[in-house]
């Protein structure tokens, strides 16, 4: 038998093990104590400074483009979108929802279609077409119109998220993914809050050269962001050993701190990968988990400027009062990606943030006062952002092989995704402004990503002890790493992380 199947027979049997052993969360190929990591020097802390100059803005920059255009709907829902193309009913939330079929439909093939090419092809050239797209929504006149526009702009956006952040794992060990991936995605709350200030001062362009102030919205965020599209075809990297950046050496001790993160593990492109990931339990746990997250983010950033102008605040007064929840969360989600990397530590973290959104949710399902309600937004805010760079990063630190993390990272987020249908539905005009139904389905799911990651931690402490029993027991130990290299995560020298 061969030795990949004698670790599966091993895992599946190990409970009748004789000797338990200790599990350590530390990961495959890392030190456990921060004193002996070889690539914690100040060489190493140099080039890292290095990589977050040259590939954390860039990538950020082009999140906020996405994350502004996506759900720049909200702001031109209140600036007589709604009433100027005639929508009626549901006909608006139809069309927020649409944009999340063609979204999540995208993300797996586009994340493939990244391996097989290379990030500084693929990345710009979807960023172009989605930026097409939305300069071209300012024609819409029709429900119709934006019904097919909307699904233009999932199909074409969609595969941004995903391949970033599986961009991201090809730079940077485990235990330095979170802050990074925060930093990337505070883009998205720098996004909510610029949203509400350029809408505002958008706003004034009404009934200039005929345009209406919505179609002035989608007109200058979508230029804007074939721009930065043709930019980044120049400035895009692809990967730590083509850096043009880093100098030889540089390049070298950048690849093989990546490969003792990941010893052994297969980076090249096979089909078995990709089923692989589609049959791990784990991947649709982590949907689960992830979907949860989305849907209340997505609630929170369609609806904001709404909720608020439920409260009593005017139009305006509600696009900039939108502005200091997506800061506050910004700072916060920093804080907790930065928090993170340092205890190394996933799950526990997301579990706070997400009873933390809870508490707001919960503030603003209980009150109709404004200041009472704003403080809700703002704490519901401070809750649900960090919550999805701790659950990227924990998704990514915990597949194993390039493909299959991809692969996994595209499914988890586009099914995810889909959560941004109900979103679309929740908060309805007639529940202004308590929206019992919006509030009541946020704090529930939240609640079920709560009890998914608490399950996650403890299957991940119990695998883990499964395969330090099996080593110790077999004498497996780094130096046959390339014998369990197409076994991914479950590879018997494979740790999750916490």
């Given at each position: 038998?061969?030795?990949?199947?004698?670790?599966?027979?091993?895992?599946?049997?190990?409970?009748?093990?004789?000797?338990?052993?200790?599990?350590?969360?530390?990961?495959?190929?890392?030190?456990?104590?921060?004193?002996?990591?070889?690539?914690?020097?100040?060489?190493?802390?140099?080039?890292?400074?290095?990589?977050?100059?040259?590939?954390?803005?860039?990538?950020?920059?082009?999140?906020?483009?996405?994350?502004?255009?996506?759900?720049?709907?909200?702001?031109?829902?209140?600036?007589?979108?709604?009433?100027?193309?005639?929508?009626?009913?549901?006909?608006?939330?139809?069309?927020?929802?649409?944009?999340?079929?063609?979204?999540?439909?995208?993300?797996?093939?586009?994340?493939?279609?990244?391996?097989?090419?290379?990030?500084?092809?693929?990345?710009?050239?979807?960023?172009?077409?989605?930026?097409?797209?939305?300069?071209?929504?300012?024609?819409?006149?029709?429900?119709?119109?934006?019904?097919?526009?909307?699904?233009?702009?999932?199909?074409?956006?969609?595969?941004?998220?995903?391949?970033?952040?599986?961009?991201?794992?090809?730079?940077?060990?485990?235990?330095?993914?979170?802050?990074?991936?925060?930093?990337?995605?505070?883009?998205?709350?720098?996004?909510?809050?610029?949203?509400?200030?350029?809408?505002?001062?958008?706003?004034?362009?009404?009934?200039?050269?005929?345009?209406?102030?919505?179609?002035?919205?989608?007109?200058?965020?979508?230029?804007?962001?074939?721009?930065?599209?043709?930019?980044?075809?120049?400035?895009?990297?692809?990967?730590?050993?083509?850096?043009?950046?880093?100098?030889?050496?540089?390049?070298?001790?950048?690849?093989?701190?990546?490969?003792?993160?990941?010893?052994?593990?297969?980076?090249?492109?096979?089909k078995r990968f990709v089923w692989q990931a589609f049959k791990d339990y784990k991947?649709?746990?982590?949907?689960?988990?992830?979907?949860?997250?989305?849907?209340?983010?997505?609630?929170?950033?369609?609806?904001?400027?709404?909720?608020?102008?439920?409260?009593?605040?005017?139009?305006?007064?509600?696009?900039?009062?939108?502005?200091?929840?997506?800061?506050?969360?910004?700072?916060?989600?920093?804080?907790?990606?930065?928090?993170?990397?340092?205890?190394?530590?996933?799950?526990?973290?997301?579990?706070?943030?997400?009873?933390?959104?809870?508490?707001?949710?919960?503030?603003?399902?209980?009150?109709?006062?404004?200041?009472?309600?704003?403080?809700?937004?703002?704490?519901?805010?401070?809750?649900?952002?960090?919550?999805?760079?701790?659950?990227?990063?924990?998704?990514?630190?915990?597949?194993?092989?390039?493909?299959?993390?991809?692969?996994?990272?595209?499914?988890?987020?586009?099914?995810?995704?889909?959560?941004?249908?109900?979103?679309?539905?929740?908060?309805?005009?007639?529940?202004?402004?308590?929206?019992?139904?919006?509030?009541?389905?946020?704090?529930?799911?939240?609640?079920?990503?709560?009890?998914?990651?608490?399950?996650?931690?403890?299957?991940?402490?119990?695998?883990?002890?499964?395969?330090?029993?099996?080593?110790?027991?077999?004498?497996?130990?780094?130096?046959?790493?390339?014998?369990?290299?197409?076994?991914?995560?479950?590879?018997?020298?494979?740790?999750?992380?916490?």
């Amino acid at each position: 038998m061969s030795a990949p199947m004698t670790e599966k027979r091993d895992l599946d049997q190990l409970e009748k093990a004789p000797t338990p052993i200790v599990a350590s969360d530390s990961p495959s190929g890392s030190i456990s104590d921060e004193e002996h990591d070889p690539f914690d020097t100040e060489y190493d802390r140099k080039i890292l400074r290095k990589i977050d100059y040259h590939i954390i803005p860039f990538v950020a920059v082009l999140y906020l483009l996405s994350f502004l255009d996506r759900s720049n709907i909200g702001n031109a829902k209140i600036l007589g979108l709604v009433k100027d193309i005639g929508l009626k009913g549901l006909q608006y939330n139809v069309c927020a929802a649409v944009f999340f079929i063609t979204y999540s439909a995208s993300e797996v093939p586009s994340n493939i279609m990244l391996k097989l090419t290379r990030p500084s092809l693929w990345i710009p050239t979807i960023m172009l077409a989605w930026g097409v797209v939305m300069t071209l929504m300012c024609l819409c006149n029709s429900y119709a119109g934006l019904i097919v526009a909307r699904l233009f702009l999932g199909l074409t956006e969609g595969g941004l998220f995903p391949g970033v952040n599986f961009f991201l794992t090809l730079w940077y060990r485990r235990k330095e993914q979170a802050f990074r991936i925060s930093l990337f995605f505070s883009a998205a709350t720098i996004a909510g809050a610029f949203g509400g200030l350029l809408a505002a001062a958008i706003a004034k362009l009404d009934k200039k050269a005929g345009l209406h102030g919505w179609q002035w919205i989608f007109l200058i965020e979508g230029l804007v962001t074939v721009v930065v599209s043709i930019v980044a075809y120049f400035f895009m990297q692809d990967y730590p050993g083509t850096a043009r950046f880093l100098n030889e050496d540089e390049r070298a001790h950048v690849v093989e701190r990546l490969r003792r993160d990941h010893p052994g593990l297969a980076t090249h492109v096979d089909k078995r990968f990709v089923w692989q990931a589609f049959k791990d339990y784990k991947a649709y746990l982590f949907t689960i988990m992830y979907t949860g997250i989305l849907i209340s983010l997505y609630a929170f950033s369609l609806f904001l400027p709404s909720i608020i102008n439920g409260l009593g605040y005017t139009a305006n007064e509600a696009q900039l009062l939108s502005v200091p929840p997506y800061v506050a969360g910004c700072i916060c989600t920093i804080a907790a990606g930065w928090y993170s990397d340092k205890y190394h530590k996933r799950g526990p973290f997301l579990v706070v943030f997400a009873l933390l959104a809870i508490t707001g949710y919960a503030i603003l399902l209980g009150t109709t006062r404004p200041g009472a309600g704003y403080a809700g937004a703002m704490i519901a805010a401070l809750g649900v952002f960090p919550t999805i760079p701790l659950s990227i990063s924990w998704i990514g630190s915990n597949i194993g092989g390039d493909l299959k993390r991809g692969v996994v990272l595209a499914m988890v987020i586009g099914i995810g995704n889909l959560g941004g249908i109900c979103s679309s539905f929740i908060f309805m005009a007639k529940e202004s402004p308590r929206y019992y139904t919006g509030h009541g389905v946020c704090i529930g799911v939240l609640v079920m990503t709560t009890a998914t990651a608490c399950f996650l931690m403890w299957d991940f402490r119990r695998l883990n002890k499964k395969k330090e029993a099996i080593c110790a027991r077999e004498g497996i130990d780094k130096s046959r790493a390339a014998q369990f290299s197409e076994m991914g995560d479950d590879s018997p020298l494979f740790r999750y992380v916490m």
